[in-house]
């Protein structure tokens, strides 16, 4: 598996387990245990998850006394949307195009009923 920032990410967000856990966390932090009671998993497996995020640079864990809150850190969401900010250009073009194409079709004179 590549260690490169962007590749961890897309990584983390391939599974739809730890994208609902991020949504989770954009609504402030929480601890493990809440982040947990949606799924039907174990604790250790919600943590497995958790591990791949924290890796990734998607969320920070910390410690209060007992208390083990997790944040969400949307620094690398940023970069995968940069990133595909390239290829919104491209599709935005390619349909630019595509548009045209059909303009003229319609606007090609019909013969026989047929266009």
């Known amino acids: 598996m590549s260690s490169d920032p962007l590749s961890l990410t897309l990584s983390a967000l391939a599974d739809p387990t730890r994208r609902a856990i991020l949504a989770r966390l954009s609504l402030g932090e929480t601890s493990v245990t809440e982040l947990a009671q949606p799924f039907a998993m174990s604790l250790p497996a919600v943590s497995k998850h958790l591990k791949v ?8 864990r910390g ?35 595509l548009e045209e194409v059909l303009r003229e079709i319609q606007a090609a004179p019909v013969e026989d009923g047929q266009p």
């Open 53 to 60: 995020l924290e890796r990734a640079g998607l969320i920070t």
């Open 63 to 97: 410690r209060e006394a007992q208390w083990r809150p997790c944040r969400l850190d949307p620094g690398p969401l940023r970069e995968v949307s940069e990133w595909l900010e390239h290829y919104s250009r491209f599709w935005d073009q390619s349909l630019g195009r």
